[in-house]
């Protein structure tokens, strides 16, 4: 079945980039998500990529997709200590599924910005 | 911003209480979610619904049960509470467009 896979913990400096990978096996997603949980708080969604993409930034966040070996990736650029909390990729089942609209979330990457 | 509630934030209760988690959404989202979260991080989906009197177990299997009587409700309800059940509970409801679900902030149960 499908599956998305994080690595559980990151550490960087303050002012330093962070970069949060995951990888999944269901090659025919339309989207692939990024959401971050502050301590405490539901998920946020973060940003988003369209697989016929490559790369796409928004401010400070950049998402680059390589489709064929299914590896996603977060920067973060100027990382604040804002910035900590747990990150989420999240792959969505096919549509034409019966259990559509469903996300498969990797176990969440723990990030952890030191000053 | 998504609209999306869900109480109590924090609940502590004792085993064999009856309990019921309280999710509802004001954006008209046809479809709902009910995720557990494991203190070690991972998402389970517990349950979900895709209408009114649409409900469907999720991956992780659950004692709790959960209802869809509006489209903006959807509660879930464990009948006799064990500290097994102790986790963090979080609502999420998405509409017919693109899968991004938006997520309420979550129930912290704790079973004594």
């Known amino acids: 079945g499908e599956d998305v896979e994080q690595s559980l913990f990151l550490s960087v400096r303050e002012g330093d980039s962070s970069v949060i990978n995951c990888t999944y096996t269901d090659s025919s997603s339309t989207y692939l998500y990024w959401y971050k949980q502050e301590p405490g708080a539901g998920l946020q969604l973060l940003t988003y990529?369209?697989?016929?993409?490559d790369m796409k930034q928004d401010q400070r966040l950049t998402v680059l997709l390589n489709k064929k070996d299914k590896h996603l990736s977060l920067r973060i650029a100027d990382t604040q200590t804002g910035d900590s909390a747990i990150y989420f990729c999240a792959d969505p089942l096919l549509p034409d599924r019966m259990d559509r609209g469903k996300l498969i979330f990797g176990q969440g990457t723990e990030l952890s910005v030191k000053p | 911003e998504a609209d999306i509630y869900q109480t109590p934030r924090y609940l502590v209760i004792g085993t064999g209480k009856k309990i019921t988690l309280e999710c509802s959404q004001t954006?008209?989202?046809?479809?709902m979610y009910w995720y557990q979260q494991d203190p070690g991080m991972e998402l389970h989906l517990i349950h979900y619904?895709?209408?009114?009197?649409?409900?469907e177990k999720g991956d992780l299997s659950s004692e709790s049960t959960v209802s869809r009587i509006r489209t903006e409700h959807f509660p879930l309800t464990l009948e006799s509470a064990r500290p097994s059940h102790t986790s963090q509970y979080l609502c999420?409801?998405?509409?017919?467009?693109?899968?991004?679900?938006?997520f309420g902030p979550g129930t912290r149960l704790t079973v004594t």
């Open positions: 990529i369209f697989s016929n993409m």
């Open positions: 999420a409801s998405s509409g017919q467009g693109p899968s991004e679900q938006y």
């Open positions: 619904s895709y209408g009114v009197n649409s409900t």
């Open positions: 954006m008209g989202h046809d479809k």
